[in-house]
Structure formats: structure tokens, C-alpha cells
């Protein structure tokens, strides 16, 4: 694939370049906009009310099969038309809903359920396959006295040790077994899509608070809008689904030695180190749903992608506040 901003004289390397994501030059060709055949309203590219795309786009997205249903909580304040959260819903419709709070399910009634939520008992990906990695916290992340991981998550992830363990202790039977679509440890995975504070006051509440939380930060977000005193690490709703993916996958059935999508993508030492063991040689173009990872979700970046370009068209990367605060 060929990126049109890829520019040689960019002194910065361009994240998405080695990724599995579909051309989405035929975007700057489409003008105007298009009625949504569900609710009649004008749209650019798609529906974010209704998560589907118009016009002709109808037959040029790629579509997407993921490992796990997806479920995004929306604040209610958030803007549709701002969110990345609804990328996720139109490019893989058959197993993502959105559902805006405090309209959502009782998650305490099903299983195999995790929220991707920064709590003082958050798991790391790696844990919920029962491999010996551990979090090491033994100076509460940094932060002052009073203050712990679920009030206020500041620290840069490369402090917060991630660490395999030397010694073999009796491996757990879940780490030695053989994984596949139908016996993975998470079944459906929720994401909040809010601010901050919100998130918090949505974690509050007690169809969410029971669920098993798991922490994402082994990659700097590159999106060019921010909220206010965030850490490079907070990532836009897309970017937190699709790693989260590219971990389970990983964890799963492991990283194709021929794949380069990681290279530019600012993705921590501590990743991998940890995804090293998981290597596996395989086809350059293998894209089984359980073969080792090779970009098989990256088409979820497909309209971040194409808006990141725009961006950085008018803007120069070191000018933008997004890209210049503390990781």
C-alpha cells in the first residue's frame, strides 16, 4: 500500500506504514454528501448515528471479522460526529454495538466479559491467557498518598515494570493449552468511550463495577486531538480496540515473523519482549482468523488513518499539542 503523506522529507517515521490497512485514497475523491438509507440524514462518509456508511462507500469498505464481540459504552455528552469509537461499529458490524449510557446491558449476567478500564485490580492481556507476567507496583505507580491506579493512572508505561518471570512454577493448564475462537478466556470486551471523568462515573456503575478490568499501555496514541492534562499512552477509542485485539491475538496464536506492522507504531520495549516467545514462522500473506497475527485487524485504523494524513497534510507533526505531551 501506498501512503500519499509518506514523504521522504519527514523527519519522523510514518506510524501506519507497514500495516494491513486497505488504500483509503478513494476518500478524497468522494464529494458532497450522501442520505443514510436507514435515517435519511446527511452524511460525509457514514452514519454515526446509525453506524453504517453512505453512498457509494457502501462497496468500498474493507469489513472486518474480529476474535471477540466488541461492546462501547458512549457518555452521552460525547459527540457522534467526533468519536472514533463509531469506526469500529461501521467496519465491523457484525460484532460491534454501541450503546450510549445509561442505556446498556447488565454485564453481570453473562461471562467471559472484561472492561478495558485502568482499575486498581486491572489485568494486563498477557494475565488473562495465565502467562507469569506480573505488574510491579510496589511504589503505587507513582502517584502521591491517597491516590491509586483507579482515580489516577499518570505514570508512562515503560515505569510500570512488565515483567516474565524466570522461574517455572508449575505453568497453569489455560497457559499450555491450544487456543481457538471458541475457547478464548474473553468472550466480549467493553471499552468506554468518554472523557476522563466520565469513564469514572460510568465505572460507578454496578452493571460494570463487578466486571474484570484490564489496563492497555504499551502504545502512544496518535491522535491529534487530546483531552487536557493526558499522557501520550491515553488512546483513542480505536486505537484501544485494535490493540487490545492485536494482544489477545498475539497471546493467542502468536506474532508472524514476516509481519512489520508494529515497527513504526511506537509500541513499548516491554511488548516486545513479552511477544518475542510468541513469534511464529508463517506465510507473509497467511490472514487465518486463528493463524499467527498479520494485520488481520489493522483495517479498523482505516478511517483513523485516512484522518491522520489529512491532519498532518496542513500540520506539521511537532507543531501539534497532541504529539508534545509527557509519555
Avoid at 523527519?11 to 501506519?16: G, T
Avoid at 478495558?116 to 511504589?139: C, E, H, K, Y
Avoid at 472523557?195 to 484490564?214: E, H, K
Amino acid at each position: 500500500m501506498t501512503h500519499p503523506l509518506e514523504a521522504p522529507q519527514r523527519s519522523r517515521k510514518y506510524p501506519f506504514v507497514h500495516m494491513r490497512i486497505a488504500d483509503h485514497s478513494a476518500l478524497d475523491t468522494i464529494e458532497g454528501r450522501h442520505n443514510c438509507r436507514l435515517c435519511n440524514r446527511s452524511r460525509k462518509f457514514f452514519c454515526y448515528s446509525c453506524c453504517v456508511p453512505v453512498g457509494e462507500l457502501e462497496e468500498l469498505l474493507p469489513r472486518l471479522e474480529l476474535p471477540l464481540q466488541v461492546d462501547i459504552i458512549k457518555h452521552k455528552k460525547e459527540i457522534d460526529g467526533k468519536s472514533s469509537a463509531v469506526h469500529a461499529a461501521v467496519l465491523a458490524p457484525a460484532h460491534v454495538r454501541i450503546h450510549t449510557f445509561p442505556d446498556i446491558p447488565d454485564y453481570r449476567e453473562e461471562t467471559g466479559v472484561v472492561l478495558i478500564f485502568p482499575s486498581a485490580t486491572a489485568l494486563t492481556v498477557p494475565q488473562l491467557f495465565a502467562r507469569n507476567v506480573q505488574l510491579q507496583i510496589g511504589d503505587n505507580y507513582g502517584l502521591p498518598k491517597g491516590h491509586h491506579m483507579g482515580t489516577m493512572l499518570r505514570r508512562r508505561m515503560d515505569e510500570v515494570e512488565v515483567k516474565e518471570l524466570q522461574e517455572e512454577v508449575d505453568e497453569p493448564e489455560q497457559a499450555r493449552r491450544t487456543w481457538t475462537l471458541d475457547n478464548l478466556p474473553v468472550r466480549r470486551a467493553v471499552f468506554i468511550d468518554s472523557t476522563w471523568n466520565q469513564s469514572r462515573g460510568i465505572y460507578a456503575d454496578p452493571r460494570v463495577r463487578g466486571l474484570r478490568t484490564v489496563v492497555l499501555q504499551n502504545r502512544l496514541s496518535q491522535f491529534w486531538r487530546h483531552q487536557r492534562g493526558s499522557p501520550r499512552w491515553y488512546l483513542a477509542t480505536i486505537e484501544a480496540i485494535h490493540q487490545f485485539l492485536l494482544e489477545v491475538h498475539i497471546n493467542a496464536w502468536g506474532l508472524n515473523t514476516a509481519y512489520r506492522g508494529l515497527d513504526n507504531l511506537e509500541i513499548t520495549e516491554g511488548f516486545h519482549q513479552l511477544a518475542a516467545p510468541l513469534t511464529k514462522q508463517a506465510a507473509s500473506e497467511d490472514l487465518g482468523r486463528e493463524a499467527p497475527y498479520n494485520g488481520q485487524y489493522d483495517n479498523l485504523l482505516f478511517f483513523f488513518a485516512h484522518m491522520y494524513d489529512l491532519i498532518h497534510k496542513y500540520y506539521d507533526h511537532n507543531d501539534l499539542i497532541a504529539y508534545r505531551r509527557p509519555i
